[in-house]
C-alpha cells in the first residue's frame, strides 16, 4: 500500500524539521538577543535540551511515517503539540529582539497555530490512521 502525497509530505517535513532543530543549537544558529545571552548556562542547557527532545521526537515521528508505523503518528501529534507552545515563544522573542510585547506574543501564537495546526490535522485524520492500521496488520 501506497502513502498519500499528504502523509508523506508530512513525514518529510518533520525529518527536515526535526533534523535542523538538532543542529540549529550547535551552529549557534539559536536564540541570541540580548536577554537571553545574560542567562546562566543552566538556562541555556535548559532552553536547548527542549528544543532538542521536540526536535529529535519530529525527526524519529518522520522515519516511522516513512516505515507506516502507527505508533509514529502518536509520537508527531506529542511533538507538533509541544512546538507549538515551544516555537511560538521564541518565535515571538526572535520578532522582537528581546522582550515581545502581548501583540506580537499574540501573533506569534497565531501563526504557531496556523503553521503547526496543519501538519497536526494531517496526523490527526482518520484517512491517516485507516492508512497506518492497514499498514501494520
Given at each position: 500500500?501506497?502513502?498519500?502525497?499528504?502523509?508523506?509530505?508530512?513525514?518529510?517535513?518533520?525529518?527536515?524539521?526535526g533534523f535542523i532543530g538538532?543542529?540549529?543549537?550547535?551552529?549557534?544558529?539559536?536564540?541570541?538577543?540580548?536577554?537571553?545571552?545574560?542567562?546562566?548556562?543552566?538556562?541555556?542547557?535548559?532552553?536547548?535540551?527542549?528544543?532538542?527532545?521536540?526536535?529529535?521526537?519530529?525527526?524519529?515521528?518522520?522515519?516511522?511515517?516513512?516505515?507506516?508505523?502507527?505508533?509514529?503518528?502518536?509520537?508527531?501529534?506529542?511533538?507538533?503539540?509541544?512546538?507549538?507552545?515551544?516555537?511560538?515563544?521564541?518565535?515571538?522573542?526572535?520578532?522582537?529582539?528581546?522582550?515581545?510585547?502581548?501583540?506580537?506574543?499574540?501573533?506569534?501564537?497565531?501563526?504557531?497555530?496556523?503553521?503547526?495546526?496543519?501538519?497536526?490535522?494531517?496526523?490527526?485524520?482518520?484517512?491517516?490512521?485507516?492508512?497506518?492500521?492497514?499498514?501494520?496488520?
Open positions: 500500500m501506497n502513502m498519500t502525497k499528504a502523509l508523506r509530505i508530512t513525514a518529510f517535513y518533520l525529518i527536515i524539521s538538532t543542529i540549529w543549537p550547535l551552529l549557534n544558529l539559536g536564540p541570541n538577543h540580548q536577554e537571553f545571552e545574560v542567562q546562566s548556562l543552566a538556562y541555556k542547557l535548559g532552553s536547548y535540551s527542549g528544543e532538542f527532545f521536540i526536535s529529535v521526537a519530529l525527526l524519529v515521528s518522520g522515519i516511522g511515517l516513512l516505515k507506516l508505523k502507527l505508533w509514529a503518528r502518536k509520537v508527531g501529534l506529542v511533538a507538533l503539540a509541544l512546538a507549538f507552545f515551544y516555537s511560538g515563544n521564541a518565535m515571538a522573542w526572535g520578532w522582537a529582539g528581546g522582550k515581545p510585547s502581548s501583540n506580537i506574543i499574540l501573533y506569534s501564537y497565531l501563526a504557531c497555530f496556523v503553521w503547526y495546526g496543519l501538519w497536526f490535522l494531517i496526523l490527526y485524520r482518520s484517512s491517516t490512521i485507516a492508512q497506518l492500521t492497514k499498514r501494520s496488520n
